[in-house]
């Protein structure tokens, strides 16, 4: 029996129906998400330091008012911020002396303060001419300070010589040019720094005379 076009066209539409209801369709990717960041810590930075400046030098005026006490070196041309032949005013002004007293014939002599180891000073015509410090923080510029055996002064000084003083004292001079730095010797051992005018140091040591 033959069947129509017609009949024919209606069960392949009904086929291709079928077919396509069967047919799993597959649900579209979803899309990614993106991973929130993690929440962060509030550090408390420290705030930023500039690097200090250095250190101004002490003034004979901020150590005067801190009571400032240094090591200090002495030479023929002075000890700290004692200069020889500084005036008498200058040193004054300076606050480089506790107390002074005339001696006459042009002479005075003092005393510096005990945060620069308080030196005996002597003025002549109203300049400084000699210093003398037995403080232990007071050193030569070579290194010898009161309590050194005589053995290491001469070492440090071999062009020096020796000196006697009143009362037997021993010392150890040296001159260079006008200025002397002598080192005075108790029981083998140094027991006083004196620097000047050299013919003031000398004279002074070995009289016991005033300038």
């Known amino acids: 029996m033959r069947r129509s076009p017609l009949v024919i066209l209606i069960a392949a539409l009904a086929l291709t129906g079928v077919a396509g209801c069967s047919d799993d369709e597959t649900p579209p990717a979803a899309a990614p998400q993106s991973a929130s960041p993690a929440p962060t810590e509030s550090l408390d930075m420290p705030p930023t330091v500039d690097n200090p400046k250095p250190t101004d030098p002490i003034t004979p ?7 400032f006490v ?5 030479s023929a041309d002075g000890f700290g911020p004692y200069e020889i032949g500084a005036t008498q005013e200058e040193t004054i002004a300076d606050g480089l002396i506790d107390s ?5 014939n042009g002479c005075a002599t003092a005393t510096g303060p005990g945060r620069y180891l308080s030196p005996a000073l002597l003025f ?3 300049k400084l001419v000699q210093i003398r410090v ?5 050193t030569t510029t070579d290194g010898v300070a009161p309590g050194a055996p005589l053995a290491d002064v001469q070492a440090a ?11 037997g004292v021993q010392g150890w001079e040296t001159v260079g ?3 002397a730095l002598l080192v005075e010797v108790t029981g083998g051992t140094a027991s006083a720094l004196t620097a000047g005018v050299a013919t003031t140091v000398e004279k002074v040591f070995t009289t016991g005379q005033g300038c």
């Open 61 to 67: 005026g901020e150590q005067q008012a801190s009571g």
């Open 70 to 74: 240094a090591h200090l070196q002495i």
């Open 100 to 104: 002074a007293s005339d001696t006459g």
């Open 134 to 138: 037995t403080a232990a923080q007071a």
């Open 177 to 179: 040019g006008t200025g």
């Open 124 to 126: 002549a015509q109203g």
């Open 157 to 167: 000084y071999p062009a020096g010589k020796a000196v006697t003083g009143t009362g």
